[in-house]
T-cell receptor, first 115, second 114 residues
Framework: DTGVSQNPRHKITKRGQNVTFRCDPI?????LYWYRQTLGQGPEFLTY????????KSRLLSDRFSAERPKGSFSTLEIQRTEQGDSAMYLC?????????????FGPGTRLTVT | AQSVAQPEDQVNVAEGNPLTVKCTYS??????LFWYVQYPNRGLQFLLK??????LVKGSYGFEAEFNKSQTSFHLKKPSALVSDSALYFC????????????FGTGTRLTVIP
């Protein structure tokens, strides 16, 4: 399978705990995105990497959230001191750079439940 | 500011009939427009895009969409619906001059009735 993969698929945690999610993009894609999707809503942009550089961050990305892509391949999204409002599906997507390569390919998501 | 509106939360259509899922958008520059489909417990799947050129674009699974600049719309269409088309459909937009991320609508649930 050469698509975007995300781990874990599900995570249940208690409020106040830290969690980390991993995303492995399509191998030749140099752009990687994180989105958050809550019930009844479309995905909302969180952050974007080109290679290892984090180029854009949404205002949704509070200081409890941090994302890395250390070698320009896989990425991690960490949420510190989780809150119940963090419960959502966290989606990762990847794409190629270049003219007209604008479509993003999404992974299956990590569903986070904060109790 | 960029935004997308999907005015219908739910669309029901009989199998074999044509279907339309509506989308309107707002961007500052030229729009790049996309349709995605989401099946239960699966990620978003790319269906089609409009970047430039012909206003009618064709995509996966027999879907097509028509870009209408004057009406700022990008409606998704299919001539003959299948039961397997039942899913959640999202329209998304990106500004050609702005950030690389996509802005999504709230989704339209399509149900095809056998």
């Amino acid at each position: 399978d050469t698509g975007v993969s995300q781990n874990p698929r599900h995570k249940i945690t208690k409020r106040g705990q830290n969690v980390t999610f991993r995303c492995d993009p399509i191998s030749e894609h140099n752009r990687l995105y994180w989105y958050r999707q809550t019930l009844g809503q479309g995905p909302e942009f969180l952050t974007y990497f080109q290679n290892e550089a984090q180029l854009e961050k949404s205002r949704l990305l509070s200081d409890r959230f941090s994302a890395e892509r250390p070698k320009g391949s896989f990425s991690t999204l960490e949420i510190q001191r989780t809150e119940q409002g963090d419960s959502a599906m966290y989606l990762c997507a990847s794409s190629l750079s270049g003219t007209f390569n604008y479509e993003q390919y999404f992974g299956p998501g990590t569903r986070l439940t904060v109790t | 500011a960029q935004s997308v509106a999907q005015p219908e939360d739910q669309v029901n259509v009989a199998e074999g009939n044509p279907l339309t899922v509506k989308c309107t958008y707002s961007v500052s520059g030229n729009p790049y427009l996309f349709w995605y489909v989401q099946y239960p417990n699966r990620g978003l799947q790319f269906l089609l895009k409009y970047i430039t050129g012909d206003n009618l674009v064709k995509g996966s699974y027999g879907f097509e969409a028509e870009f209408n600049k004057s009406q700022t719309s990008f409606h998704l269409k299919k001539p003959s619906a299948l039961v397997s088309d039942s899913a959640l459909y999202f329209c998304a937009v990106r500004d050609s001059t702005g950030a690389n991320n996509l802005f999504f609508g709230t989704g339209t649930r399509l149900t095809v009735i056998p």
